[in-house]
């Protein structure tokens, strides 16, 4: 983005901010939901959100929030909360979060067989995907959902045009930027003029988010993995509830199997193994030097100088390239973990944690693949100040996949507090939510010919001053994509 570009969108920013408070929240308190009003003066990318939908244009941006604001209030929407739903909803498994498409965009699914017209019934439908897009948005904000309305083995006894239209409005109105595609899966025949209705609710602008599909053409945007043996996949996920589905995170498998219990650590002599093998790859990239008889003062010279070296090399590959500044922990990288493809050999790739408190920060890593990889450590701690290096390596020969992500959950512990594996148990049992530091980190795919861990010789060991972009530059036969999408 220009320079322009920032300042003009600062200005529509502060401009939507002070007309809506100077023609709509005027004399209005009780009108909307004081968290919304306080939220739409201190979040730039929410009031954006609303403008980039209605093409910038204040006039229209303020109604839309007007609406939207109105209708956060009515539904209660800051305080949904499992307990205010019905029960019997999410027992059924109707609509519920689960896996990514092609694009990494998270799947909201709507299974269309559990849903029958019913007006006693109508407010609490509405309730639960209002619950659902609400506990997501506050989750990753701002990042696009890919629906999935699964009409399989449905009637028009289960099509309810209201429900439809409600859902449609969300992200129209209530939750804008957040659609990516709506994708239509297996509609009988029968139901073609219902839903023409659905592409004059989306508008002309939105037409190309709706794709209609059938068990040949959905894997266009979403891979096997991640579809239900009914839509060709192979994905064994089976909802049930309690408990409620937990963004797909869970523990990662280490290296004989599953980990037995979240506070199982990882021992040190595993974590220096994979640092000495992970530092003689490097090292081993290197040509042999020519062997020359050497008195015993050079010999301790070449020592002291070839150990300098090693710690340069240590220090050059664990630089971080990116960072993403958390209150309790620096992270890196700050986005996207980079793995070579299967023909390159697929290499380790670090996360490196830095506590930047006073006190010791506990961590947890989870993945929403956890057959795939080995993580080391995946439950630990940090002490003050210092840095903590995780491994993580794929399992057993399995394919890194772009939809694989990481979170990296952290919460900062009083002194007193012990870290074995017992007393971490037991802290992360007592501590708030609202105390748990969480960041999410994708997985990219770099296409080469060598592995991704770059020998450290010639100018390399400046490396880490350097954008990925350019180092793929240097690898030979290279092709470096940029994912745009923040998913």
């Known amino acids: 983005m220009t320079e322009n570009q920032t300042q003009t969108k600062a200005k529509l920013i502060?401009?939507?901010r002070r007309r809506f408070e100077a023609e709509y929240f005027t004399d209005k308190s009780d009108k909307y939901d004081p968290r919304d009003v306080e939220r739409l003066q201190q979040d730039d990318n929410w009031v954006e959100s609303y403008l980039i939908w209605r093409h910038n244009v204040v006039d229209e941006t303020l109604k839309m929030l007007d609406e939207s604001f109105q209708w956060r209030k009515d539904f209660a929407v800051n305080d949904l909360n499992e307990s205010s739903v019905?029960?019997?909803?999410?027992?059924?498994?109707?609509?519920?979060?689960h896996g990514y498409d092609k694009e990494g965009n998270k799947l909201f699914w709507i299974k269309v067989k559990y849903h029958v017209k019913d007006n006693k019934t109508a407010l609490d439908k509405k309730k639960l995907i209002?619950?659902?897009?609400?506990r997501y948005a506050k989750r990753e904000s701002g990042k696009p959902l890919t629906v999935m309305f699964d009409l399989s083995e449905t009637g028009l006894n289960n099509i309810d045009m209201d429900f439809v239209r409600f859902i449609i409005n969300c992200f129209k109105v209530y939750y804008p930027k957040y659609l990516s595609k709506l994708v239509i899966f297996d509609m009988p025949w029968i139901m073609n003029a219902a839903f023409k209705l659905v592409k004059t609710w989306l508008g002309p602008e939105a037409m190309s988010l709706l794709k209609f599909t059938t068990k040949n053409e959905v894997q266009e945007y979403v891979s096997v993995e991640y579809l239900p043996p009914h839509m060709g996949g192979t994905d064994p996920f089976k909802y049930s509830y309690p408990p409620l589905v937990d963004d797909d995170f869970q523990t990662p498998l280490c290296e004989n199997g599953p980990v037995a219990s979240e506070d199982e650590?990882?021992?040190?002599?595993?974590?220096e193994s994979d640092g000495k093998e992970t530092l003689e790859t490097i090292l081993n990239d290197e040509p042999p030097a020519p062997v020359k008889k050497i008195s015993p003062t050079e010999q301790q010279s070449s020592k002291a100088e070839e150990n300098e070296k090693v710690d340069s090399k240590i220090k050059a590959f664990k630089k971080p390239l990116?960072?993403?500044?958390?209150h309790l922990l620096h992270i890196s990288p700050a986005e996207e973990l980079y793995f070579g493809t299967a023909e390159s050999g697929e290499k380790k790739t670090l996360i490196v944690l830095t506590n930047v408190t006073k006190n010791i920060v506990a961590f947890k890593v989870r993945t929403t693949a956890p057959e795939k990889y080995r993580v080391k450590p995946s439950n630990s701690s940090c002490e003050p100040g210092a840095s903590v290096d995780i491994v993580v390596s794929p399992h057993g020969g399995l394919t890194v996949s772009a939809q694989d992500r990481f979170l990296i959950m952290a919460a900062e512990m009083e002194q007193p507090s012990g870290t074995s594996p017992a007393e971490l148990t037991q802290f992360w049992k007592e501590v708030p939510r609202n105390k748990v530091m969480e960041h999410r980190l994708r997985c990219h795919i770099i296409e080469s010919s060598k592995p991704t861990t770059l020998p450290l010789k010639d100018g390399a060991l400046n490396m880490a001053d350097k954008?990925?972009?350019?180092?793929c530059l240097q690898l030979p036969n290279s092709r470096c994509?940029?994912?745009?999408?923040?998913?």
């Open 322 to 326: 990116s960072v993403f500044k958390g």
């Open 14 to 16: 502060a401009e939507t």
């Open 265 to 271: 650590a990882s021992s040190k002599e595993d974590i």
């Open 467 to 471: 954008t990925w972009e350019d180092i």
């Open 86 to 97: 019905s029960r019997r909803l999410l027992e059924i498994g109707g609509i519920y979060l």
């Open 481 to 487: 994509e940029t994912d745009s999408n923040p998913s």
């Open 130 to 134: 209002a619950f659902w897009l609400e």
